[in-house]
């Protein structure tokens, strides 16, 4: 089976970091997604990648940069943290039909 | 634009009784629908999909759904809910000529199941 892992369970940062999320896959897929996940607004996607090096935005990139320099790893970095980017964050990796998420994290920023 | 719509935040059923979480999608063109299940403090789980062929999906869990094209709905459904399954539940669509397959998520439904 595919595993989708993300680095942290739980962070908790101050407003003005930076902050840095890591989701590694371990099946060579091409395309990897990051979703953030609020009440009542389902996930929405913020980034994704089909390929090393290569990035493409989502609906709701504002605030966020995402960076890929090995197929297996896609970091979601966010430039300064503010207390609205407070929420859920999904990582995904895909290969053909098949969506694998990882367990997600839970940033608090404060 | 691609949308789905979750009607319900919330649905509650007695243990043993049928359960129906409703979903209806809007797409350009023929779409690929999804569900996942979510429980508390975990990623997204798949639980079934609709790509071609049968409008009737079974999935994991006991759980199926219909795909029907006329009223672009795919609602999930179960003959006999059990209390294990309650949990937050998401549909999702794919456009089938969407290149490196984005999902567009639903807002999700709660779902409770009372002993």
């Known amino acids: 089976d595919v595993k989708v892992t993300q680095s942290s369970r739980y962070l908790v940062k101050r407003t003005g970091e930076k902050v840095f999320l890591e989701c590694v896959q371990d099946m060579d897929h091409e395309n990897m997604f990051w979703y953030r996940q609020d009440p009542g607004l389902g996930l929405r996607l913020i980034y994704f990648?089909?390929?090393?090096?290569?990035?493409e935005k989502g609906d709701i990139p504002e605030g966020y940069s995402v960076s890929r320099e090995k197929k297996e790893r896609f970091s979601l970095i966010l430039e300064s943290a503010s207390t609205n980017q407070t929420s859920m964050y999904l990582c995904?990796?895909?290969?053909?039909?098949?969506?694998?998420f990882g367990s997600g994290t839970r940033l608090t920023v404060v | 634009a691609q949308s789905v719509a979750q009607p319900e935040d919330q649905v509650n059923v007695a243990e043993g009784n049928p359960l129906t979480v409703k979903c209806t999608y809007s797409v350009s063109g023929n779409p690929y629908l999804f569900w996942y299940v979510q429980y508390p403090n975990r990623g997204l789980q798949f639980l079934l999909k609709?790509?071609?062929?049968?409008?009737l999906v079974k999935g994991s869990y006991g759980f199926e759904a219909e795909f029907n094209k006329s009223q672009t709905s795919f609602h999930l459904k179960k003959p006999s809910a059990l209390v294990s399954d309650s949990a937050l539940y998401f549909c999702?669509?794919?456009?089938?000529?969407?290149?490196?397959?984005?999902?567009?998520f639903g807002q999700g439904t709660e779902l409770s199941v009372k002993p």
């Open positions: 999702a669509v794919r456009e089938r000529e969407n290149q490196g397959g984005k999902l567009i």
């Open positions: 995904a990796s895909v290969t053909g039909y098949g969506y694998t």
């Open positions: 609709y790509i071609t062929g049968d409008n």
């Open positions: 990648s089909y390929d090393v090096k290569m990035k």
